[in-house]
Nanobody
Framework: QVQLVESGGGLVQAGDSLRLSCAFS????????MGWFRQAPGKEREFVAT????????YYTDSVKGRFTISRDNAKNMVYLQMNSLKPEDTAVYYC????????????WGQGTQVTVSS
């Protein structure tokens, strides 16, 4: 059974950095695409970044390009989201998610970690 646990959220000031971590439990991590999503208060969940199983392809939503970096360590079953130059509009609950290669949607989700950026 797949389990995802996020950590690393917190309260920071605009311009600061945070690194989110996602610990994956299961035997299939190395062939899953992984992603980060976020949901701000009163808004729908939105895509942030995704990385393919071998790290060969990475995609970001436009609003975080140049500031956020997604990475993975397949030896440790970990996914990371390095967030630099944080803005108040980055405030949200951040979720880690996993997608099988045969699926078009992410099907496994973590519980989320809160990121709050003050101005």
């Amino acid at each position: 059974q797949v389990q995802l646990v996020e950590s690393g959220g917190g309260l920071v000031q605009a311009g600061d950095s945070l690194r989110l971590s996602c610990a994956f439990s299961g035997r299939t991590f190395n062939w899953l695409a992984m992603g980060w999503f976020r949901q701000a208060p009163g808004k729908e969940r939105e895509f942030v970044a995704t990385i393919t199983s071998n790290g060969g392809s990475i995609y970001y939503t436009d609003s975080v390009k140049g500031r956020f970096t997604i990475s993975r360590d397949n030896a440790k079953n970990m996914v990371y989201l390095q967030m630099n130059s944080l803005k108040p509009e980055d405030t949200a609950v951040y979720y880690c998610a996993a997608r099988r290669p045969v699926d078009s949607e992410f099907s496994s989700w973590g519980q989320g970690t809160q990121v709050t950026v003050s101005s």
